[in-house]
């Protein structure tokens, strides 16, 4: 077994990404929050993005398999009540990448437009609040009138 580090473990990490948006990394999006190590046993915490989310479930346990498959095999996953997660937290990084994706990234509060993330207008319409995931709403453009995910705010 290699030596555990918390920036080797953060490193490791950041090939587990948020199972509905595969393109960016739960430390992008603000899930991530601390490594511990003690002994041989590593302490991960992380956040929900909101409450309930059935993705939490999975990234626990892709956080668990992704550490055993690098030889770290005493891993608790703890799910921490601070700080609460909101959109801010998402890295420039994991914005740009959501946005290649072709889902809008989360506006900051004082933004009240949501953009098309295929041509920029800012001439949108919400057509649904549930799009494909709970996490999401369905956005039309009416320049391009493209349908596309917005990452919703959960601030
Ligand atoms: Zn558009």
């Given amino acids: 077994m290699s030596t555990a580090t918390e920036a080797k473990i953060f490193e490791i ?7 509905e948006i595969p393109v960016i990394s739960i430390r992008e ?3 991530l929050q601390q490594v511990t190590i003690d002994g041989d046993q590593i302490s991960v915490g992380i956040i929900p993005t909101y409450s309930g989310c059935p993705a939490m479930f999975a990234i626990t346990e892709d956080i668990k398999n992704t ?3 690098q030889g770290f095999v005493d891993v ?4 921490l009540n601070e700080p609460v997660w909101n959109t801010d937290m998402i890295t420039d ?5 959501m946005k290649a994706f072709g ?4 506006q900051s509060l004082s933004e009240q ?9 800012t001439d949108t319409t919400c057509i649904s609040q549930f799009g494909s995931t709970a996490c999401k709403a ?8 493209e349908p596309f995910d917005y990452f919703k705010c959960h601030a």
């Avoid at 990490?13 to 199972?19: H, I, M, N, R, Y």
């Avoid at 990084?93 to 990448?97: D, E, L, N, P, V």
């Avoid at 437009?113 to 207008?121: E, N």
């Fill in 103 to 106: 889902i809008a990234p989360p």
């Fill in 67 to 69: 550490l055993k498959s």
């Fill in 93 to 97: 990084s994991g914005k740009a990448a």
């Fill in 113 to 121: 437009q949501v953009s098309c993330p295929l041509c920029g207008s």
């Fill in 13 to 19: 990490l950041e090939a587990v990404k948020d199972p």
């Fill in 29 to 31: 999006l603000g899930i």
């Fill in 138 to 145: 369905l956005y039309r453009c009416q320049s391009c009138l």
């Fill in 76 to 79: 608790n996953v703890t799910l």
